[in-house]
């Protein structure tokens, strides 16, 4: 393998020559990708995303979890339709300027929530069922609803409760 040794820049003081580093582009200062591109894949004739992520790095949200967050949201509003490839690992690091452990581990959540499915080779892809959240919160909702009943609560009574435990969910 053939690697270009770049020679330090540096005016000979008699000390033994230094290796310098070069220094990646800060993944922050990169122009902001344009959102919403769409490209064929090859194999499968799908609309593949290219670039629908935007990572803010000034938010507290880790970036996996605006990665994660935002193809969930992409889903959920149809923008990303069961059976659409979503760009490799590393294609979509690259894309958004993130660190290919931080895009696998919101794909590896995705998948763990039933959102993507993985292909082994043949890449990632929008799960059939698409988003599960939705289906696991109206099965949360239902078993409630009887428990609740159970107890002798009445609605009003219940939704206060429940209001109450959000909100200091959301404190937390």
Do not use: C
Request: hydrophobic content about 40%.
């Amino acid at each position: 393998m053939d690697r270009a040794y770049r020679a330090p820049t540096q005016v000979h003081t008699g000390a033994p020559p230094v290796r310098v580093p070069e220094i990646r582009s800060q993944w922050w200062l990169r122009q902001e990708p344009s959102v919403g591109t769409l490209a064929k894949s090859p194999s499968q004739g799908v609309p593949v995303p290219e670039t629908f992520l935007n990572i803010d790095p000034l938010v507290a949200t880790p970036p996996f979890e605006q990665v994660r967050l935002q193809i969930l949201d992409a889903v959920r509003s149809g923008r990303l339709e069961p059976g659409t490839r979503l760009p490799t690992v590393r294609g979509l690091a690259d894309n958004v300027g993130l660190a290919t452990n931080t895009v696998a581990r919101a794909y590896r959540e995705l998948e763990r929530d039933g959102v993507i499915e993985t292909r082994g080779r043949s890449g990632s892809y929008i799960a059939a069922t698409g988003d599960t959240a939705s289906r696991h919160a109206e099965l949360a909702a239902t078993a409630f609803a009887v428990r609740i009943h159970e107890l002798g609560v009445s609605p009003d009574e219940a939704l206060a409760l429940v209001t109450d435990a959000l909100r200091q969910r959301a404190r937390a």
